[in-house]
Each structure stands twice: as structure tokens, then as C-alpha cells.
T-cell receptor
């Protein structure tokens, strides 16, 4: 197992364009999380899935953002009509089980720059 | 509401001297607390976690943290800093009480280790 992977690692786009990021969790992990990290801040929770069900969404996740996890495996995060304020590192994490004690394993992130 | 406050944004120590990174938390329930480390261009890595067992928690790379409920603190320590410890450290809380295990991060402490 190679850990959580994210693609692409970097994305530069122009304001108003749509972007999509992919996260492949550790196999057999049933929970998958998306976080956003801006410069000088800690990551902030966006949303999470248990298997294919999206169970919670943060208020940070505006209607321009949508996340999916078809078949409970990989996940995609799409941002429509990007704005400069969307520039950030988007982190994906996965964990096994449903306990709050379970470690979340993070991917390397996708750095988004909106020009 | 749950939150963590990291009291120092930057800490600088000399190699071989002790490390102290301070964290205070706020939680309505019995929380789970974590310390994560983020090296440049690498994913977040779990250092250690507190889950209502022993109040002194030992982690990887010689780090440990003590949960003090009376002081609502969870400070991270290491007896002797190594150059490879230079990184950003995040104190993290996840709410208890059966809530989702989304992670709530502090703003981070950047640790510099001088030769």
C-alpha cells in the first residue's frame, strides 16, 4: 500500500474556470475527508464520506464546490467558476472505522492557484 | 464548540536542547487530541494521540505530550531537538460525544532548529 495519493499535485487556472481534483485513499479505508489549507493556517475541514455516503459538509463548502465518492473508493472534488479566494492546498485524508480515535492518513495535497 | 489554540507561531531552538510547543484546547465533550507534523512538500504525519487513556502520551521520534484537563492543555515536548525536527506542528482536536471525527486544527507552530 502506497498511502493516500492525490492528483494533480499542482493546478494553475484562470478565474472562472472549473477544476477537478482526485483522491485515492488507502485501500479498505471506509472514511475519506477533504480539507483546505491556506497559507499560514491549519487545514480546515470541508467534507467527509463514509463509504459512498457524504455525511457532513462544512459551511466553507459553498455551492460551487461538489464532492463525490462513487463506489466508496476514490473521491473527486470539483470547484466550479473558480475565484482567487479558492487558491489553497486541498488535502485528502482517509481512515478506517468510525471511531474518532482512528488516525487519519493524509495525502500530499493539491495546490491550486487561481489567477 | 471545539477549538485549539497554539500559543506560539514560531519557536526556535538549538540542536540538542529541549523542545516545547504549547497548545490549549476547548471542547464540550471529552476530546481526542493529536499532534501532527508537516514537513515541507510532504503530507501531514501523526506524531501522537490522546484518547482518554494515559495522560502522558508517547509518540514517534522521541516526542511526547501530556494531557492536563485542569489546564486544558496538551503541550508537545522533546528532550533533545534534532535538525530533522524542523517542520510545522499542528495541535488538533476532534470532538467527542459521538460526533464525526473531523479534525479541527490549530494555526500551527513553525519549529526551527539551529545547529
Amino acid at each position: 500500500d502506497t498511502g493516500v495519493s492525490q492528483d494533480p499535485r499542482h493546478k494553475i487556472t484562470k478565474r472562472g474556470q472549473n477544476v477537478t481534483f482526485r483522491c485515492d485513499p488507502i485501500s479498505e479505508h471506509n472514511r475519506l475527508y477533504w480539507y483546505r489549507q491556506t497559507l499560514g493556517q491549519g487545514p480546515e475541514f470541508l467534507t467527509y464520506f463514509q463509504n459512498e455516503a457524504q455525511l457532513e459538509k462544512s459551511r466553507l463548502l459553498s455551492d460551487r464546490f461538489s464532492a463525490e465518492r462513487p463506489k466508496g473508493s476514490f473521491s473527486t472534488l470539483e470547484i466550479q467558476r473558480t475565484e482567487q479566494g479558492d487558491s489553497a492546498m486541498y488535502l485528502c485524508a482517509s481512515s478506517q472505522g468510525t471511531s474518532g480515535h482512528n488516525e487519519q492518513f493524509f495525502g500530499p495535497g493539491t495546490r491550486l492557484t487561481v489567477l | 464548540a471545539q477549538s485549539v489554540t497554539q500559543l506560539d507561531s514560531h519557536v526556535s531552538v538549538s540542536e540538542g536542547t529541549p523542545v516545547l510547543l504549547r497548545c490549549n484546547y476547548s471542547s464540550s465533550y471529552s476530546p481526542s487530541l493529536f499532534w501532527y507534523v508537516q514537513h515541507p512538500n510532504k503530507g501531514l504525519q501523526l506524531l501522537l494521540k490522546y484518547t482518554s487513556a494515559a495522560t502522558l502520551v508517547k509518540g514517534i521520534n522521541g516526542f511526547e505530550a501530556e494531557f492536563k484537563k485542569s489546564e486544558t492543555s496538551f503541550h508537545l515536548t522533546k528532550p533533545s531537538a534534532h535538525m530533522s525536527d524542523a517542520a510545522e506542528y499542528f495541535c488538533v482536536v476532534t470532538p467527542g460525544g459521538g460526533a464525526t471525527n473531523k479534525l479541527i486544527f490549530g494555526t500551527g507552530t513553525l519549529l526551527a532548529v539551529q545547529p
